[in-house]
């Protein structure tokens, strides 16, 4: 195990990190703070809690999921793409590190951003709006699972991404739509009976369901499910990772 | 002794079909510098790139310091250093960071001692903090150079290393390309200027349309292709070669005021002495003389043509 290789990729990420400091971190955070003042604090006043929680705390673990995925994501995408589009790839494909220690330090940095931030918009909505955390264990145990399955996801478009465009694509058409329509800012038990059953395809109904139950107990789904879901998109994850690989996709001619 | 690379009947297909390496075979010696001549599109970096790991084969094999470069990766790999034709680097990293990132890469614990003396090696040492970025063209060279060498690698692979880059970095390049190999560094280079492998190599391989077509000693490839020419400027233009040096491999210039005769060099008899005394029988004045031996790179370009 070269675990030096792994150490040298997931620092030189966390270094990009620190250098773009404004745009890993204080955007997501200013706009989680516009959602809360918007929906938590302004038309939440005016509407009835949910399953018992009042709303500015419910849209709690839906906005930071919302974050954790599109951040995941867009974090491990780039930086994938980024070493093949200007060529600084040939240094990993030319080192003694395996496909795993290379996704260990990649996805690893992409996912350790996403739980930071995950942990600071937390702290941030603690200012707006008062919940607490029923099951802080398994909370941490969804925010990692998810930032790690997403983060994954993020490396694989940044792999099959051949210029910013596509780079931009899947997260913008899929990805937003999905974690809007997942339960994010309501229960899914509020929508007409067939688009709760629709919705139930969608994935990201099932990280927010869990993570809400993390917080509150309550969830739209059971939470069993909701972790078996988890577990069965990152073995999807990590089953595409293995692929490209092994064929060189995208990576070796 | 074993040889530091072994390439056996290594050859690539690109899934275009273009077919960019015919097989080839060619062992690297521990502690020469190998140049590799060839044009644009020959196949040159198609195969320093299957060595060191960018670029899968298409069949055969490739042995490194007695590990495949496929299946044995890892131990392959470590001994291995890249510097590539393209210019691509981290712009916004800082030198000291970016060598730093590379040593890690290959799997080497920090060595701030080492990252030192191979920055200073390449006058670069006040540039360490500065980014990438703010950097010449030359100077970004020496820092991919830098990377590769952070590591401490056996074999280190230049593609064009000279490419774009000034007289003064030029020399300073061979000076250090010199200290490698001093230091028992394997080193091979591809190049297009051919004096670089002149000057450089030990040896020479020519690869052209993918085919290794000559690997060769650089002195011994200087002797047995590189051909002497003796050029004669006349005082008074000669209207045709006489029939009294009928005989020799003469050519007459278009104004008959230049005679030039080929030899070759490495003949027991030039035949010079003879061919000067008949000129004096024949009472031909010549007011200069000189005697030019051809370049690699006039060596190359037959060779190359020949086979096209």
């Known amino acids: 195990m070269n675990i030096h290789g792994i150490r040298a990729i997931y620092g030189f990420e966390m270094a990009r990190t620190r250098r773009t400091l404004l745009q890993s971190i204080v955007s997501p955070v200013i706009s989680t703070s516009l959602y809360f003042v918007v929906f938590g604090a302004a038309i939440g006043s005016h509407m009835n809690g949910i399953d018992g929680v009042s709303y500015g705390a419910f849209i709690v673990p839906g906005l930071v999921m919302l974050s954790l995925l599109t951040q995941s994501i867009s974090n491990a995408s780039f930086g994938i793409y980024f070493p093949k589009f200007v060529g600084t790839i040939y240094e990993i494909l030319s080192a003694p590190v395996s496909p795993f220690e290379i996704v260990a330090g990649y996805v690893g940095a992409a996912a350790s951003k996403s739980i930071i931030l995950g942990a600071i918009i937390l702290v941030t909505a603690r200012l707006f709006v008062t919940f607490g955390i029923a099951h802080p264990l398994w909370m941490v145990v969804f925010l990692v699972l998810t930032a790690v399955t997403f983060s994954l996801f993020g490396f694989i478009i940044g792999i099959w991404a051949d210029n910013f465009e596509k780079l931009q694509l899947v997260p913008l058409l899929i990805v937003t739509p999905l974690t809007f329509l997942g339960g994010s800012f309501y229960s899914i038990h509020m929508l007409p009976p067939l688009w709760q059953k629709v919705t139930l395809f969608n994935p990201v109904v099932y990280l927010i369901s869990g993570f809400r139950w993390s917080f509150y107990g309550v969830s739209d789904v059971s939470v069993g499910i909701s972790l078996g879901m988890t577990l069965v998109f990152l073995a999807i994850c990590l089953g595409l990772v293995w692929w490209i690989f092994r064929s060189g996709y995208r990576l070796k001619a | ?308």
């Open chain 2, 1 to 308: 002794m074993q040889p530091i690379i072994s390439v056996q009947q290594l050859s690539k297909t690109y899934a275009s079909g273009f077919q960019a390496l015919k097989p080839i075979d060619l062992q690297i010696r521990k502690g020469e510098i190998f140049a590799l001549l060839g044009p644009n599109g020959a196949g040159k970096t198609t195969l320093i790139s299957i060595i060191c790991g960018i670029v899968n084969p298409s069949a055969g094999s490739v042995l490194a310091d007695g590990h495949d470069v496929v299946r044995d990766y890892r131990a392959a790999r470590m001994k291995i250093g890249l510097v590539p034709q393209e210019l691509t680097t981290d712009s916004f990293e800082t030198v000291w960071n970016t060598v730093s990132f590379s040593r890690g890469l290959f799997g080497r614990s920090p060595n701030p001692a080492h990252i030192e003396k191979v920055l200073k090696d390449l006058s670069l040492w006040n540039k360490k903090d500065s980014r990438i970025i703010t950097l010449s063209g030359g100077m970004k060279r020496r820092v991919m150079i830098a990377k590769a060498l952070s590591h401490e690698p056996q074999i280190l692979f230049l593609d064009e290393p000279t490419a774009g880059v000034d007289v003064e970095l030029r020399r300073d390049m061979w000076e250090m390309v010199r200290g490698l190999r001093a230091s028992g560094v394997t080193i091979i280079l591809t190049t297009h200027y051919i004096d670089e492998a002149e000057q450089m190599a030990d040896r020479i391989g020519v690869i052209n349309k993918g085919e290794l077509i000559l690997v060769e000693d650089k002195a011994e490839l200087m002797n047995k292709l590189g051909r002497k020419q003796l050029t004669l400027q006349l005082q008074d233009a000669l209207p045709a070669i006489p029939a009294a040096l009928d005989g020799y491999a003469l050519e007459l210039s278009d104004d008959g005021r230049q005679l030039v005769y080929s030899f070759d060099a490495q003949g027991e008899h030039t035949g010079i002495d003879v061919l000067l005394r008949r000129l004096a029988e024949a009472g031909i004045d010549f007011k200069d003389l000189k005697t030019s031996q051809s370049s690699l790179e006039d060596i190359f370009v037959d060779l190359v043509r020949e086979r096209a």
